[in-house]
């Protein structure tokens, strides 16, 4: 992936409050852990060229990936992430020949493999399992990001993710403050007991005191509530993109001073030269037209958690659009 388009697609993260910060060199390099090992996709070349319906569908060269991931606890995110999940998982897939983005929204409660591993390091084995648990199952950080991207890339048959970038609670106040304040459309009603000015269409600005309820909360007495927690996340999205984009354009090097302050909450598989080409990230973008994408499926109310499974035929179809071409 060349820089420029890599720090496009980062621009597209912040809504979640994950832009900002230099590669954070977590527990796992600290004390030698091949990190490298877990791996971004699953070990095959399969899905370069495949098959369906006796078309022949070719992988486009010209699509990168980024995976974000955000993780359900608050503080420094170069630390050790025993108890962390994986709340939020949205790939972003830029397409450079058409210059759309698409972002695939996974639930957390997916069902799929899960690797597990013990506390050196070493593969246990692979369960059926919440994608949530994919960051905690390998420790969390560097390690976690990885092992979710395996998670992902082999729901999608072995489509590889390029990079990650992953962050905690503490980060979402903060890119909010970036901007200032961001004016939302409220897609549904979950939050009108708390804030009654939040209902169903109204127009509300939301500031450091209430936008993490906003993307994150959800009612854990209410099944499968996280369907439409992502509404709010997706309709945070849609507004804070512009507005961070006319910021940037305003004052690049002011906002590059404000990203900096993002630095411990973020890990990311990027390198620091990498973002330094972000003046140039706007260039033949249209951040007005991004394409929101849910994989449809089945929620069913599990022992311990909500579960999805994927519509696997409706998902693989979308697949198909998303990343192949055919000849």
């Given at each position: ?8 697609i980062l621009v597209v993260l912040v809504f979640f409050g994950a832009v900002g910060g230099y590669l954070a060199y977590d527990y796992y390099q600290q004390n030698n852990y091949d990190v490298e090992s877990f791996g971004l996709g699953v070990e095959h070349t399969e899905y370069k060229v495949v098959e369906e319906g006796g078309v022949k569908y070719n992988f486009n060269p010209r699509i990168d990936t980024l995976l974000y991931i955000g993780v359900d606890e608050s503080g420094e995110i170069d630390a050790p992430k025993a108890k962390g999940r994986a709340d939020t998982i949205v790939l972003f897939v830029l ?233």
């Amino acid at each position: 992936m060349d820089k420029k388009t890599f720090i496009t697609i980062l621009v597209v993260l912040v809504f979640f409050g994950a832009v900002g910060g230099y590669l954070a060199y977590d527990y796992y390099q600290q004390n030698n852990y091949d990190v490298e090992s877990f791996g971004l996709g699953v070990e095959h070349t399969e899905y370069k060229v495949v098959e369906e319906g006796g078309v022949k569908y070719n992988f486009n060269p010209r699509i990168d990936t980024l995976l974000y991931i955000g993780v359900d606890e608050s503080g420094e995110i170069d630390a050790p992430k025993a108890k962390g999940r994986a709340d939020t998982i949205v790939l972003f897939v830029l397409n450079k020949d058409t210059k759309k983005i698409t972002a695939i929204s996974f639930s957390r409660d997916t069902m799929c493999d899960v690797r597990s591993f013990d506390s050196q390091g070493s593969l246990m084995g692979t369960v059926n399992q919440h994608l949530a648990y994919a960051y905690q199952f390998a420790g969390g950080g560097k390690a976690g990001c990885q092992n979710v991207c395996w998670s992902v890339s082999n729901l999608m048959g072995g489509i590889p993710i390029e990079e990650y970038i992953a962050a905690d609670i503490s980060s979402i106040t903060r890119a909010n403050d970036l901007i200032g304040s961001v004016t939302v459309t409220v897609p549904n009603d979950d939050l009108a007991q708390i804030y009654p000015e939040m209902v169903t269409g109204a127009r509300v600005q939301l500031t450091s005191d209430n936008v993490e309820k906003f993307v994150r909360y959800r009612d854990r007495e209410t099944s499968f509530s996280n369907n439409s927690r992502r509404e709010r996340q997706q309709a945070y999205l849609n507004a804070y993109l512009p507005k961070f984009a006319q910021c940037l354009k305003n004052d690049t090097a002011g906002m590059w001073d404000k990203l900096m302050t993002l630095e411990s909450y973020t890990v990311t598989s990027v390198t620091r030269n990498e973002y330094l080409d972000m003046a140039n990230v706007f260039s033949g973008m249209d951040y007005n037209n991004v394409e929101f994408y849910s994989p449809k499926g089945s929620d069913r109310e599990g022992e311990l958690h909500d579960e999805f499974y994927l519509d696997s035929a409706a998902f693989r179809k979308k697949i198909l659009e998303i990343f192949y071409v055919t000849h």
